[in-house]
Structures are given as structure tokens and as C-alpha cells.
């Protein structure tokens, strides 16, 4: 399984940025995401259980950013708004993922996302 995300960039503080994350090879229902700011572990930020389930999140990106995915394409996005320059970091998408418990078998090879104050 190939895990390839997309999407990071450079923005201001309260910017938005789409994130996406395609998988060749097995097909996975449960995806998730996670990231790690200069000098910190790696943390969970989402991730989708199951078809029909509701995404769990991490509290500190709650109600600002939104899970999705397309299981027809094996792809998960992740919709972040109103960034903070603490949502720097390395975007990973794992495979599978079900929650924060989750230590997934595949990652993606990372995006970059800086927010700038």
C-alpha cells in the first residue's frame, strides 16, 4: 500500500488549506490523520472509523477542521480552517486509523503546512 498526500502549503493565520491523501494498492475504510510540529512527536488529528461512523478529532482542532473521505477512491481529506499558527507542522495520512489509539501500518510520505501570524 502507497499512501500520497497533497495539499500543505504556506498561509496567514485564519486561512484554510484542503489536504488529500490517495491510496494505491489495499483498500482502506478506516484513515486517519496526524502531524508533528518542529521538535514534538508525531500526534493524532483525525480519523474516520468506518463507512457511516462519525470522525473522532484531536480536542485542539475541533470544530475547525472536517474528516472526509471517498472510499470509492481510497482517498481521505481533511478540510482545516481558521489555521493557528500552532497547526504548523508535517501532515502525515495513516492507514488504518480509527482514532488516537490507532498506530497505523501505512504512512504517507507527509505535506508541509505553515501559518504564519
Known amino acids: 500500500v502507497q499512501l500520497q498526500a497533497s495539499g500543505g502549503g504556506s498561509v496567514q493565520a485564519g486561512a484554510s488549506l484542503r489536504l488529500s491523501c490517495s491510496a494505491s494498492?489495499?483498500?482502506?475504510?478506516?484513515k486517519g490523520w496526524y502531524r508533528q510540529a518542529p521538535g514534538k512527536e508525531r500526534e493524532f488529528v483525525a480519523a474516520?472509523?468506518?463507512?457511516?461512523?462519525?470522525?473522532s478529532y484531536a480536542d485542539s482542532v475541533k470544530g475547525r477542521f472536517t474528516l472526509s473521505t471517498d472510499n470509492a477512491k481510497n482517498t481521505v481529506y481533511l478540510e482545516m480552517n481558521s489555521l493557528k499558527p500552532e497547526d504548523t507542522g508535517v501532515y502525515y495520512c495513516?492507514?488504518?486509523?480509527?482514532?488516537?489509539?490507532?498506530?497505523?501500518?501505512?504512512w504517507g510520505q507527509g505535506t508541509l503546512v505553515t501559518v504564519s501570524s
Open positions: 495513516g492507514f488504518p486509523s480509527i482514532g488516537p489509539q490507532s498506530t497505523p501500518k501505512y
Open positions: 474516520m472509523s468506518g463507512i457511516g461512523r462519525y470522525p
Open positions: 494498492g489495499r483498500a482502506y475504510v478506516a
